[in-house]
């Protein structure tokens, strides 16, 4: 009942700022400064970028929206993912070894959507503003340093948990979200700290190997 009642709370919102981003986006564009014009731009650009994502999402888990499959290259699924992170300093923060760029068989639009929050997140939570990601035949792995996290895994993945006392503003849907889509795609998600990071691993090889 609690979710139910947030996700009606999320769709009413993502409704109302609809109107007002547009309208920004418009007054944005009348501004003469170039270098002040396109920030603003890209500010409601980023916006509307993260309603449509919340919607995509909400459809998702309302059974609005089914997904679609397509044998599709890691790198592929990477570039659509720094697209929606929007970031200029990306290959300054995200070191990414691509070891072998695998076919996964993914809906591109929501799973793009997936790979973008577990970088997300993996940066709003290093220490030092930075993470790894590594790809290979049978999985990628996101990781950051930090400190060891104060609940088991199983608590950050529930909906609307993060956590405690920590400055990092959010709702606490990122990991939930992750785990979630994982399971509609069969994927195996798996955590693990090591030599003082954290470590997310998607499995999508064959699981009967």
Do not use: W
Request: net charge neutral; charged share 30%.
């Amino acid at each position: 009942e609690l979710i139910q009642s947030r996700q009606l709370f999320l769709r009413t919102i993502m409704h109302e700022l609809k109107t007002p981003i547009g309208k920004g986006r418009i007054i944005s564009e009348m501004i003469k400064e170039d270098r002040q014009k396109e920030r603003l731009i890209a500010i409601f650009l980023r916006m509307d970028s993260l309603i449509n994502e919340f919607a995509k999402i909400e459809n998702l888990f309302s059974k609005n929206y089914n997904l679609h499959f397509k044998p599709s290259r890691f790198s592929a699924i990477l570039e659509e993912a720094k697209e929606h992170l929007m970031r200029d300093d990306f290959n300054k923060v995200v070191k990414v070894d691509i070891r072998y760029d695998a076919l996964i068989n993914v809906d591109m639009e929501i799973f793009s959507v997936i790979l973008k929050n577990l970088i997300d997140n993996a940066l709003k939570y290093s220490n030092n503003g930075t993470c790894e990601l590594f790809c290979c035949k049978e999985c990628f792995t996101i990781k950051n340093p930090g400190k060891p996290l104060a609940e088991p895994i199983e608590h950050y993945l529930e909906a609307f948990t993060r956590e405690k006392h920590n400055q990092v503003k959010g709702m606490g849907l990122g990991l939930y979200i992750v785990s979630e889509v994982c399971k509609l795609h069969n994927f195996d998600l798996i955590y693990f700290y090591d030599d003082g990071k954290h470590c997310f691993k998607i499995f999508f090889g064959d699981k009967e190997k």
